[in-house]
């Protein structure tokens, strides 16, 4: 069929009609062979550090003084170890958002502002051990829901409330080992319902009250031998050294109990009855002492007419009035 119809074509009409077919196979083969594969690629990657296929970005012991600028959403995994990251400002992982894995080992951090890790909610690795932190803002981890292990172990941590680490449901392995803490607060440990693992050798802790939910979680999740820490008390008598998980709860009944609900709700309304009998009080209180003061006033009043007008008897007729208050007063 298409010879017939080449065929009713004048020759140099044909002949120009093969040439272009011909030209457009070879076109064909051409962007074929220079198609792009369907393996993935390297993902962008800042200036400084080197990526490699499944979106990991390598930027470890660069001597960068922050965290790169220039990072991508591609990227799954920010190796930054060994560099000299001293802080870390707001929305320092903003571009980054889909970070699953985070070290940030061995450098100079000092400060981790409380909105660094805003947007990195499917992070689930984070490493911020062997640096220089000595206290960190409320909230810091809250963002981070899907958090399955957190490393602050090697910083100099001698206080960590409750408000730090938030409700991390997820997280499995904390690690707080050789920090300058002394207890952990209850609130802390109740926040992290899926806690396993719990890194804890180290530390100066004091054989108190503020112990014992330490204690009791240790007694609630115990480690095989092989895997237990030696954990230490080394105040208030730093001649007997006793291991934390050796405290029953027995040990802790001297410590004050909390207040039930009821008798917390005393408290709490015992607080403005006693606010609003005083003020009662005093407004009594004041008002007499204000009508003793004016009853006071007329009286020094009454008798300072009385003796003017002993001495003055021919005094102003206002005196003799018999309607005045000094008239009134002597004929009383």
């Known amino acids: ?85 001293s802080a870390l400002p707001p929305g320092a992982f903003a571009n980054a958002g889909a970070l ?15 909105r660094a890790f805003w947007g990195m909610g499917v992070l689930q690795w984070l490493d911020l051990s062997s640096n220089q932190l000595e206290t960190l803002p409320p909230g810091t981890f809250a963002p981070l829901r899907a958090l399955s292990f957190l490393s602050l172990a090697g910083n100099r941590l001698a206080l960590l409330e409750p408000s730090i680490l938030g409700p991390l449901p997820l997280l499995r392995v904390l690690s707080l080992q050789d920090n300058s803490l002394s207890a952990i607060e209850a609130g802390l440990l109740n926040n992290l319902p899926a806690l396993d693992v719990l890194r804890l050798h180290g530390n100066p ?45 027995a040990a802790f009944k001297q410590c004050t109990q909390s207040l039930a609900a009821r008798d917390l709700a005393v408290v709490y309304a015992l607080g403005p009855v006693s606010f609003l009998a005083s003020l009662a009080i005093c407004l009594a209180l004041g008002s007499v002492l204000t009508a003793c003061g004016a009853r006071r006033r007329r009286r020094r009043t009454t008798v300072r007419h009385f003796l003017r007008r002993q001495l003055d008897p021919e005094g102003p007729p206002s005196l003799e009035d018999g309607g005045s208050p000094a008239t009134a007063a002597i004929q009383a």
Not at 14 to 43: H, N
Not at 60 to 69: D, E, H, M, R, W
Not at 106 to 114: F, G, K, Q, Y
Not at 224 to 242: F, G, K, M, N
Request: proline share 8%.
């Open 1 to 85: 069929m298409r010879g017939s119809f080449f065929s009713r074509l004048p020759p140099q009409l044909s002949l120009l009609l093969l040439l272009l077919l011909s030209l457009r196979r070879v076109w064909a083969q051409e962007d074929i062979g220079t198609a792009p594969s369907k393996s993935p690629v390297a993902p962008e990657c800042p200036e400084a550090c080197s990526c490699s296929l499944g979106g990991k970005a390598n930027c470890s012991a660069l001597a960068l003084s922050a965290v790169p600028a220039d990072l991508s959403w591609q990227v799954r995994s920010l190796l930054l170890d060994h560099n000299r990251v």
């Open 100 to 114: 699953l894995y985070l070290d940030l080992r061995e450098n100079r951090l000092r400060s981790v502002h409380a």
């Open 205 to 249: 802790w004091t054989c108190n009250c503020a112990l014992r939910p330490l204690c009791t979680w240790l007694r609630k999740h115990p480690r095989p031998a092989s895997e237990t820490e030696t954990l230490l008390c080394v105040s208030p008598r730093l001649q007997t050294l006793s291991l934390l998980t050796a405290f029953p709860d």
